[in-house]
Nanobody, 116 residues
């Protein structure tokens, strides 16, 4: 059974940091590109960062560059999203995604709320 389980979300003050984790099971993690997406209330889901099988990362939104970074540990079947200097506009549900040609899996999401 394929599972992607995100954790690490919560309430944080502006300027704070959070580290999200996504643990995968039920498929060959190392063969998949992993991504983080987020969806804010009333907005479409947007791509945050892609981590290739080799661990190369590409951050897609200018608003997150320099603040967000991602990595993966294939030995632990885990992908991480480190978020620093958080802003209220970063409030969203953050989702983990695994993708290989013809296959795609999603996690259930973890809520991140940035508020004072």
């Amino acid at each position: 059974q394929v599972q992607l389980v995100e954790s690490g979300g919560g309430l944080v003050q502006p300027g704070g940091s959070l580290r999200l984790s996504c643990v995968a099971s039920g498929f060959t993690f190392s063969a998949y590109a992993m991504s983080w997406y987020r969806q804010a209330p009333g907005k479409e889901r947007e791509l945050v960062v892609i981590v290739t099988r080799a661990g190369v990362t590409t951050t897609y939104a200018d608003s997150m560059k320099g603040r967000f970074s991602a990595s993966r540990d294939n030995a632990k079947n885990t992908v991480y999203l480190q978020m620093n200097s958080l802003k209220p506009e970063d409030t969203a549900v953050y989702y983990c995604n695994a993708r290989l040609i013809g296959r795609e899996f999603w996690g259930q999401g973890t809520q991140v709320t940035v508020s004072s």
